[in-house]
């Protein structure tokens, strides 16, 4: 369940007349999301009163980039470089170094309101400032309190500040945070950042570089809205959902509670009726607000017959309900409403005794999380919700339940939220903590001992109150499965205690909290070490055979891109292969985007040294599909037992880096995505690295029967050896051990290696699972790949309805594998790739004689198109769109 205000022209209907609801009166909310103008603060020396005068000259300011922060205005007029490109960040002033003056900005905004008739508001909202500000209306202060913290959504009341003319200027200074941190190297710099209730990256990590500004600015949406006397605030709905339920078959009862908060503004009582409407039905209480008071008040319980139910991705739908909240004072017309979208459902969390760490319940129905670990959608707070679409979808089609938002970040805006609910993506949102900063440990990087950086940060009221704002603007959405007090480290006690006994339970209380993310109360750490890991490449046996932390929050760093991906960020003189020798140090733009050549090394090597960048990016994509493959393949192989969850650190990069993504920061997905997308499927059919025992996972609710399993090997010259081709059947959420096909691959592959193919068909011969492997020789080298003949692939793409595309690639060779193909679409004259799109599969191996499909999704506007496939043994060609 999503709120959002969507405040538009409206009268409404005569059949809300039945429910006691008159005519609303004209209002709205819009954006004041262009037309800005700004200036370093320094330059003017004009005050707040005077440059808010629509009579003052901005005619020298420039155009300003709000929601935006400084930095992004500087690269829309072009004074810095893209700091995402090469070493340009490098070029551009860190605040550290050159105080806070310099990033100090106005930001003014001309725009046309006109007084409104008695008994309405005019309500200025700011849904985030990093860090504090002042704002003036008309040539009058507005915030008469202090408004600082990055987490703050605040409103003001400007109705008797606006112009009689309609004519109006909002002028704000954005000053930036006291304590920016020196960007030393450290994970969060010298740790200073965390002094502030902001984003704590900003100093820079081991998989980011510092952002100059800090970010700095008006980050978030400006608005305004039109109310009556009664302004309606952060209703909350509350779906209960009993018993263990199945996406399918007629649904017991669901109950709702609903909340809201009313704002009386006027000198005199109001009297009135505060309505929840869902599903068709209306549940109501009659009020009366006193003067000058903001109450929360309750409405009876709305039970919903036969709910459609929210479900997590691959498990059910994710049906979503529109419902609204309104206040009507007696006699009178509508004062103010919100609307929403609510999700029916319920999470349960429980203690697994067997793995010794928690486990989630979606229904009653209990999951096995596959989750990512996210940052943040835009280093520089570019967001926009065409890109949290895209990103959440992309999460999604990785076949992952869950999104963990990392504590040194912030609490994801709604419109990312949205995207959850829409896709199916559980939350695991952390509050603004991490061990790194907040002295977890002893760290020569650090400006302060660990005593000092655990009282961070400096404000500790700010925090709490940040916390609760946030908690109110996101409790509704039903992706939002839980809480927790900071990445690796919990607040200091007189945050965790308030946090976790009053203001979660009187606000949410709905969700498990965890103190922080490691933590024991999650996932028992009887192994010792910090709780997280093991992070970089590894062995695939590593994930099979050696136990790691029971619902581990954070494993696994991967994801160079190929080389279409890297050229974006990467200058074409620095654009080599980044290692020749063992002892060879990478080039220093490699580095500085945070490529991890020792792990690579050594994974890419068996394959043959690469020749050139082309063929590196190739060899890195095999490495990366085999390694998020045989991840979530070796947990999935001891859930219930082992295990109740894994969470993928990360899968996705806020900027241009080359350390765990599935995907680049242009929205480009590399084979780590389809690696993880194949091993992480609901049903899955895959093989253990060690002894070679085919196994089956069922992640769904229900016992799968009659399947089919063909099993079938082949050497690298194409030679087919039938292992197997038998019915099976496995159990609702559970696993399966089928037989051993180690010494057939050893045999078949001593010398140059070998494939294998599995699938799973159901009792219509579709396939349920399709996994490929493929094997090196004794020795560890994949030798057979480097005298593989080029394949003999018949492209055929035709345009399906709307946006979609089906490429099917028929091998019509005897023998030969095409192996290891990407398929992309591009324009077709610049031969670009068309981003997003989206791929049903990708870094397809296709066995002789035999056809795949692959369905891709974009929207490519005008642009004329092409598909392009290129794989190991198939040269690259464009292919025609029929």
């Known amino acids: 369940m999503y709120s959002f205000k969507q405040k538009i022209k409206l009268a409404l209907t005569a059949c809300l007349l039945s429910t006691g609801i008159l005519p609303v009166i004209a209002q709205q909310s819009y954006e004041l999301n262009q037309g800005w103008k700004c200036t370093k603060a320094n330059t003017v020396q004009a005050s707040g009163t005077q440059i808010s005068s629509p009579q003052f000259d901005l005619s020298a300011w420039k155009p300003a980039v709000v929601p935006g922060t400084v930095l992004t205005t500087q690269l829309a007029n072009k004074e810095i470089p893209d700091p995402f490109y090469g070493l340009n960040n490098e070029k551009i002033p860190d605040i550290y170094h050159v105080g806070k003056e310099y990033y100090t900005y106005w930001f003014v905004k001309d725009f046309e309101e006109k007084k409104p008739a008695s008994g309405e508001k005019v309500w200025l909202k700011f849904r985030g400032i990093n860090y504090s500000c002042e704002i003036f209306v008309n040539g009058q202060k507005v915030n008469k309190e202090p408004f600082e913290g990055m987490f703050l959504r605040k409103v003001f009341d400007i109705t008797n500040l606006l112009a009689s003319n309609g004519k109006n200027r909002l002028a704000v200074i954005v000053y930036p945070s006291n304590s920016p941190g020196n960007p030393n190297g450290g994970q969060g710099g010298d740790g200073t950042i965390a002094k502030n209730v902001a984003i704590q990256y900003t100093a820079g990590w081991d998989w980011i570089r510092p952002i100059r500004d800090r970010n700095t600015g008006i980050w978030d949406k400006v608005q305004i809205e039109k109310t009556g006397l009664v302004n309606l605030k952060d209703p909350h709905v509350i779906t209960l959902v009993s018993g263990v339920r199945t996406p399918e078959g007629l649904q017991q009862p669901a109950t709702v509670k609903t909340t809201a908060e009313l704002e009386n503004t006027s000198d005199s009582p109001v009297s009135g009726v505060l309505s929840f409407k869902l599903n068709g039905q209306t549940v109501s209480e009659k009020l009366t607000l006193p003067a000058k008071s903001s109450k929360t008040y309750k409405i009876k319980d709305l039970i919903v017959n036969n709910p459609k139910l929210w479900w997590p991705a691959g498990y059910g739908p994710q049906n979503l309900y529109d419902a609204e909240f309104s206040f009507t004072p007696n006699g009178q017309k509508v004062s103010d409403f919100e609307k929403l979208q609510v999700g029916i459902r319920e999470i349960q969390t429980s203690w697994n005794t067997t793995t010794q760490s928690r486990q989630i319940a979606v229904n009653g129905q209990k999951i096995f999380i596959k989750g990512g670990n996210w940052i943040i959608s835009d280093a520089m707070l570019r967001f926009s919700k065409e890109r949290y679409d895209a990103e959440i979808r992309y999460h999604r089609d990785m076949n992952l339940n869950l999104i963990r938002i990392w504590g040194g970040a912030l609490v994801e805006r709604p419109e990312f939220y949205e995207a959850c609910d829409k896709y199916g993506l559980l939350v695991f949102q952390d509050f603004w903590m991490s061990g790194d900063c907040n002295g977890r440990w002893i760290d020569p990087m650090k400006k302060e001992d660990q005593w000092t950086r655990r009282k961070y940060p400096d404000n500790h009221p700010l925090f709490l109150e940040s916390a609760a704002d946030m908690i109110k603007m996101v409790r509704n959405f039903p992706s939002l499965a839980m809480w927790c007090g900071g990445n690796e480290i919990t607040p200091p006690e007189d945050i965790l205690v308030p946090l976790r006994d009053k203001i979660l339970p009187e606000l949410d209380g709905t969700r498990w909290f965890v103190d922080y993310s490691n933590s024991d109360a999650m996932s028992y750490n009887f192994l010792g070490g910090n709780g997280d890991g093991p992070y970089g490449i590894q062995p695939l046996e590593v994930f099979w055979q050696q136990r790691t932390f029971p619902f581990n929050s954070e494993v696994g ?120 997308r194949s091993g992480s499927e609901l049903v899955h059919i895959m093989a253990n690295p060690i002894d070679g025992m085919l196994m089956m996972v069922n992640n769904d609710f229900t016992a799968k029967r009659n399947l089919m399993l063909v099993a079938t090997a082949y050497d690298t010259k194409g030679n087919s050896k039938l292992i197997t081709k038998v019915f099976t059947y496995i159990e609702a959420t559970s696993i399966k051990k089928i037989l051993s096909v180690k010494n057939i691959l050893d045999e078949l592959g001593a010398k140059d290696g070998s494939f294998l193919s599995l699938q799973l068909l159901d009792e219509n011969q579709k396939i349920v699972s399709d996994n490929f492997y493929w094997y090196p020789n004794a020795e560890g080298k994949y030798s057979g790949l480097q005298t593989m003949p080029t394949a003999n692939v018949e492209v055929v793409a035709k345009r399906l309805s709307g946006d979609k595309i089906e490429v099917s690639l028929t091998n019509k060779d005897e023998k030969t594998i095409a192996f290891f193909n990407r398929v992309s679409l591009v324009n077709s004259q610049s031969k670009e790739r068309i981003l997003p799109t989206f791929y049903d599969d990708n870094y397809v191996s296709i066995t002789p004689k035999t056809t795949k499909k692959v369905v891709l999704e974009a929207k490519a506007g005008t642009q004329p198109t092409q598909i392009s496939i290129e794989g190991w043994n198939l040269p690259i060609r464009y292919i025609d769109i029929k």
């Open 557 to 676: 760093s991967v994801g160079t891109g190929d080389y279409e991906s890297l050229k974006r960020f990467i200058p074409e003189e620095n654009l080599k292969v980044p290692y020749h020798n063992t002892g060879t140090k990478p080039d220093t733009v490699w580095t500085y985007h945070t490529y991890t050549g020792v792990g690579y090394n050594q994974f890419i090597d068996p394959y043959g040294k690469p020749k050139d960048i082309k063929d590196f990016g190739l060899k890195a994509q095999l490495v990366n599909y085999d390694q998020y493959r045989g991840l979530m393949e070796g947990f999935s192989a001891h859930q219930w037992d082992w295990y109740t969850g894994v969470i993928i650190w990360k899968t996705q990069n806020p900027w241009t880096a080359m350390r765990g993504q599935m995907y680049d920061y242009y929205l480009d997905p590399n084979a780590c995505l389809y690696g993880l």
